[in-house]
């Protein structure tokens, strides 16, 4: 006989802030709730998740109060795909609790004082910002809740779905029409393609099993040229339906989406669930091209570039302001990706270094150098969290000026120690991780005081930010 559960507690909370990763924030009794999809100011019935002796988890039941910094979500998708964690919040709002998380991760985490904090730069788009989406192909569709009730037989299309994962869950698949913050045609590019691919009776790749053809769509715009691009990711064709797919994809697809630039058919024959495969090229170049600050980028399939295309010429601007760079500097760009800041930095210094662990992203911005016909500008391949790198920024030039852009892990501690021993003028650090970069710059404080810090909104509904931190050499006072 099992066992009856026993019903979860129910509280009332009022919701009065928001905590790193999105999650609102109340209090009672000494306890600190966590509550997904709140906004500060609700007053709510919260059902308790799990608990422990000073927090809790919880989940609304009821809305009681609704806070009027609430926003009505634009896509009806909200709450279940986990995309847009903040389409409920005034988009003021979400730039005020992103700044105030960089904040706390200075004050709170880093513990060291730091100069102005400015208001976060806000993107110009806050709908239809991305230039690159991944749409995924499911065995398993994830179901409504007006689904849930209704008898397995009766369900349409239960083992087919394509759109974006549920958070937590690899294997299910959320059927979505639109997006709000995809290239604006990526709903009529799903559309088309999963009709297709029910009629011709294509499988969808099951991440359980490792069977199925229809893996992924990855959808790449360039704002400045216009292009678009869309990459169809695909098992090994071993049937009659993947042969009549992928005749579809080079042929109605094509025919139907004229103002698509180039279309690619790539083939993954791993189990790897990583959107990228061996690619054969079915319309146009392989490749889009995206100009920013003046500087044309090639961006292939698989290559790395910044997704908000409307903010990254601000974004860059910001960082190259912050360097404060200066005709006969020498400047390193560590973590450079494929140059999209070493690039357009080019042409305000002598000479950069850019290095970079990917060899692909350092093959990339070397080929972006030639296009643009960049002289002053030397590549590296290099882990730099490793001693090979160090030793060779040991060989290089003695850098005036170093822009860091890390990932969200930050700095490794090997190469903290060298940036303090090089110790130039001046450091900008660029972080999509505020709570790492506050850690780092704790470190770099033995020599290099924060003198400003500016937020940018890249990513607008979701609780990331960037943050672009300026660091000064400290000048050392000498007694008489």
Not at 60 to 80: A, D, M
Not at 162 to 168: A, D, K, N, Q, R
Not at 240 to 247: G, I, L, V, W
Not at 334 to 348: D, M, R
Request: glycine share 6%; hydrophobic share 40%; proline share 5%.
């Amino acid at each position: 006989m099992s066992r009856k559960q026993s019903p979860r507690e129910i509280v009332e909370l009022e919701i009065e802030s928001i905590g790193f990763e999105g999650v609102a924030i109340a209090r009672r009794e000494n306890i600190v709730h966590f509550v997904k999809n709140a906004v500060p100011g609700d007053v709510i019935l919260a059902e308790i998740t799990k608990k422990k002796s000073r927090h809790a988890e919880a989940r609304i039941k009821e809305i009681l109060h609704y806070s009027p910094l609430r926003e009505t979500p634009l896509c009806s998708h909200f709450g279940v795909c986990g995309g847009c964690s903040w389409q409920n919040l005034q988009i003021t709002e979400q730039r005020k609790w992103k700044r105030q998380h960089i904040a706390d991760s200075f004050e709170r985490l880093g513990k060291i004082p730091f100069g102005e904090l400015t208001e976060t730069l806000a993107s110009p788009r806050s709908f239809h910002y991305r230039n690159k989406m991944e749409f995924s192909f499911g065995a398993s569709r994830w179901l409504t809740d007006e689904e849930i009730g209704i008898e397995a037989d009766d369900l349409l299309h239960k083992d087919f779905a394509l759109g974006l994962h549920i958070p937590g869950r690899f294997d299910k698949i959320l059927d979505v029409d639109v997006c709000h913050i995809a290239p604006e045609i990526a709903g009529r590019v799903l559309k088309a393609t999963r009709k297709a691919a029910l009629e011709i009776e294509a499988k969808a790749y099951n991440a359980r099993e490792h069977k199925g053809f229809l893996r992924n769509i990855v959808l790449r715009t360039a704002k400045a040229s216009g292009e678009i691009m869309v990459v169809f990711v695909t098992s090994t064709i071993l049937t009659p339906e993947d042969e009549r797919m992928t005749t579809w994809f080079g042929s109605e697809f094509i025919a139907q989406f004229p103002e698509i630039s180039t279309v690619i058919h790539a083939v993954n024959h791993t189990t790897s669930p990583v959107a990228t495969g061996e690619p054969t090229i079915l319309k146009g170049s392989g490749h889009i091209t995206e100009t920013v600050l003046g500087v044309n980028f090639r961006i292939s399939p698989f290559s790395f570039f910044q997704t908000n295309s409307y903010q990254l010429e601000p974004f860059l601007s910001a960082i190259i302001a912050a360097a404060e760079l200066n005709s006969d500097d020498i400047l390193w760009d560590l973590y450079c990706g494929t140059g999209s800041i070493t690039l357009p930095s080019a042409k305000h210094v002598k000479s950069v270094y850019g290095l970079e662990l990917s060899q692909g992203s350092i093959a990339d911005a070397k080929a972006n150098a030639d296009l643009n016909g960049i002289k002053n500008v030397e590549y590296f391949a290099e882990d730099l969290h490793k001693p090979a790198a160090i030793e060779l920024l040991k060989r290089l030039h003695t850098p005036d000026v170093i822009i860091v852009d890390p990932p969200r892990a930050g700095i490794h501690q090997i190469l903290l120690e060298h940036l303090l021993t090089v110790a130039p003028k001046r450091l900008v650090y660029v972080s999509c991780n505020p709570a790492t970069q506050a850690r780092d710059c704790a470190i770099l404080s033995a020599r290099y005081d924060v003198t400003r810090i500016e937020p940018v909104d890249m990513f607008p509904h979701t609780f990331h930010v960037e943050s672009i931190a300026r660091l000064d050499l400290r000048e050392i006072m000498v007694n008489g």
